[in-house]
């Protein structure tokens, strides 16, 4: 069965500091996606980012990018110059529509992160 | 774009009686929409994947008689709660997915209280 993990329940950054998200994955699929979504107080899940797994190019948007490491089943989340508005649970997703015949998420448990002034 | 919307927000009801909550694709059509459920601190748990036109495919231990979902169209899914208990009192989270690239883009969620 497909799992994901994230192993950090909780963690803090000062602000304009950067901070890294870890994320694993159990699979033995070839193909897949992965997902970085945050949650902020407003409960609204927003997508981060979104790396397919042929792609050996790790894909970035603006202060956030990903260390995808397939060979390691890694996928983590570096966000640069953290702001104030960054403060938000964060989760990790995995889908693989060839297993799951839709477009079914696995997600982690998620981190909560804090940004302090 | 990729605007998903869920009503109502907010909603209290009283032991035994139904609820409807509404999720729409407001700028794209979505063959696929998904039912969470999120425990306060707690990752979303998937409860059930609705296809327009087809019966929902239920997760396993979620009670499909009580979780009733309707896809009626490529825009609409609803979920019924129904004769709601206070242990079903939660937050209801609907994603729509594109075909491409399987990425859901998720409502504002709808808090459930039930007295």
Redesign the interface.
């Known amino acids: 069965a497909q799992t994901v993990t994230q192993s950090q329940p909780e963690m803090s950054v000062q602000e304009a500091e950067t901070v890294t998200l870890s994320c694993t994955y159990d699979t033995s699929e070839n193909n897949y ?1 992965l ?1 970085w ?1 945050k949650q902020p107080p ?6 981060v980012i ?1 790396q ?1 797994a042929y792609k050996q190019q790790n894909a970035t948007e603006n202060r956030f990018s990903v260390n995808f490491q397939k060979a390691a089943k890694s996928f983590s989340l570096k966000i640069s110059d953290s702001q104030l508005g960054d403060t938000a ?1 964060y ?1 990790c997703a995995f ?1 693989n ?1 060839r297993t799951s015949g ?4 696995i ?4 981190t ?1 992160l804090k940004v302090l002034a | 774009g990729a605007v998903v919307s869920q009503h109502p927000s907010r909603v209290i009801c009283k032991s035994g009686t139904s609820v409807k909550i509404e999720c729409r694709s407001l700028d794209f059509q979505a063959t ?1 929409m ?1 039912w969470y459920r ?1 425990f306060p ?4 748990m ?1 409860m059930a ?1 609705s ?1 327009e036109g087809s019966k929902a ?1 239920y997760e396993q231990g979620v009670e499909k008689d009580k979780f009733l979902i309707n896809h009626a169209s490529l825009t609409l899914s609803t979920l019924t709660v129904t004769s709601a208990h206070p242990e079903d009192s939660s ?1 209801y ?1 609907c ?1 729509a ?1 594109l075909i491409a ?6 409502g ?2 709808t808090r459930l209280t039930v007295l």
């Open positions: 996606y997902f979504y407003s409960r609204q899940m927003i997508l979104r397919e649970m989760f889908m529509p839709t477009y079914k998420y997600f982690g448990t998620g909560r | 696929t998904f999120q601190k707690k990752s979303l998937l994947t296809n495919t937050f989270i994603s997915s690239g399987g990425v859901q883009f998720f504002p969620g």
